[in-house]
């Protein structure tokens, strides 16, 4: 069971209504709550638990339908909300650089529960399940909070998350342990073949984008698109099966190197995730370079993608890598994720000088130190009314500093840096969404020994 950090015994948990569901949230993993009108993206699946891709200035984030793990329960006969068409409210959930939403009928606020009172109905885990336990009721007509575990959703839903990230947090893992991902490799349908594409290469799945330029019948490419800015070429679908092919496809699978070169696989459907099994079949001697292993599943054959090999032999793929060096050149962004937080000024924190954020629990002006994990740390700054505890490693260790508040988190590649002007060192982080700037703190300024 995924649980939240606690500090005094108690853990915060966001909680939403969907339905006559009242649902609890781990405050840790919410990253915020807002209504939007937009129309999601539909994906084409026969199976699967989103709904949809939610446009956000980030970029797409995927709706995930929890109808497809729970049956909902319907809303009583007296609910207004159910003869009223409210804008649609979505939850965000973002643990380093993972993110989902799911949409609610209502955000009902933060509760501080005792973690005694969190109460564990089924024990016996599985990662497809994603609800084990249930808050208490506040009055006798309420009906339970039932906890979603957020970080299991996480996982589900692993294709659409930062893939830069080498393993999915366990911060809010009550056993305390981390997981190190297997390797994973995205299942999908690509003119009636099922394809494998290693998530390392996977750099955005997308609507097919329309042809800014198309190119004559019979070559591996069928045109270009527009992409971040840059050109994008397009894979004709048929040329990774040797069947023509005249269709086209509704999304398009972008696959990318190291160095920047990307291209378009057109793709039918996404079949969802897979790994290669130890009976793979290594490809023959003078296949394709770009044929990897082969297997055949319940469902049938298999065939893995070598990305690298398959952009060789496109010298086209490098269009996209000069308009990546262009972008790069033109402004730096950010290569991890920022907290931005309040502490007597706002700032951004690196989120890899951050190892957890908890809550403060009682104020006690005079506690000098914090149980956390089983240790002691030091607890310095000003405790606030409603503010929270961040956990930093600092150059001489783990230390815990009292905050304000936090007040969003920026993701990899959502910002620009600069050099903070009359400070050695310094730099900032400007969020152009937003339109604003914060001064980038490091641990071993908020924290000195």
Known sequence: MSTAPTVGGHQPFVLARIGGLHLGVPAAWVAGAHASREALTQLPRRQGAVTGLLPTPQGPVPVVDLGRWVTLPARADGDVTAVTEPVPCYLTLQQGGQRLAIQVDEVLGLRRVPAAHVQRIHHRDDP??????????????????????????????????????ARVSDAGDDSGRSTTASPRLALVLVAGRRLAVDMRHVAELMPMPSLKTRLAPGGASAGFAEWRGGTLPVLQAGAL?????????????????????????????????????????????????????????????????????????????????????????????????????????????????????????????????????????????????????????????????HVERLLGLVPAGAAEMSTLPGVPGGRMLHVPTQATSYAVARAADLVPV
């Open 241 to 401: 099966t040797g069947q023509s092919s005249t269709s086209t496809a509704p999304l398009a699978l972008v696959v990318q190197d190291a160095s920047g070169r990307a291209l378009a696989l057109p793709v039918d459907e996404l079949l969802g995730m897979t790994s290669a099994p130890m009976q793979a079949v290594a490809p023959e001697t003078g296949a394709q370079p770009w044929r990897g292993e082969a297997w055949t599943d319940d469902d049938g054959p298999v065939q893995a993608l070598r990305v690298p090999e398959l952009l060789d032999a496109l010298p086209e793929s490098a269009l996209a890598l000069s308009a990546a060096r262009q972008a790069q050149s033109a402004r730096a962004s950010n290569d991890r994720p920022y907290f931005i937080f309040q502490s007597g000024r706002t700032a951004a924190l690196p989120i890899d000088d951050v190892l957890a954020v908890v809550d403060s629990g009682p104020l006690d002006a005079h506690q000098q130190t914090l149980t956390w994990r089983g240790r002691h740390l030091p607890l310095r700054g000003v405790p606030t009314p409603g503010g929270v505890v961040v956990v930093l490693q600092g150059d001489a260790g783990a230390v815990a500093l």
């Open 128 to 165: 497809e399940e994603l609800f084990d336990a249930v808050l208490p009721a506040n009055a006798p007509d309420e009906p339970p909070v039932c906890v979603l575990e957020p970080q299991r959703l996480m996982r589900l839903l692993a294709l659409w998350c930062d893939t830069s990230q």
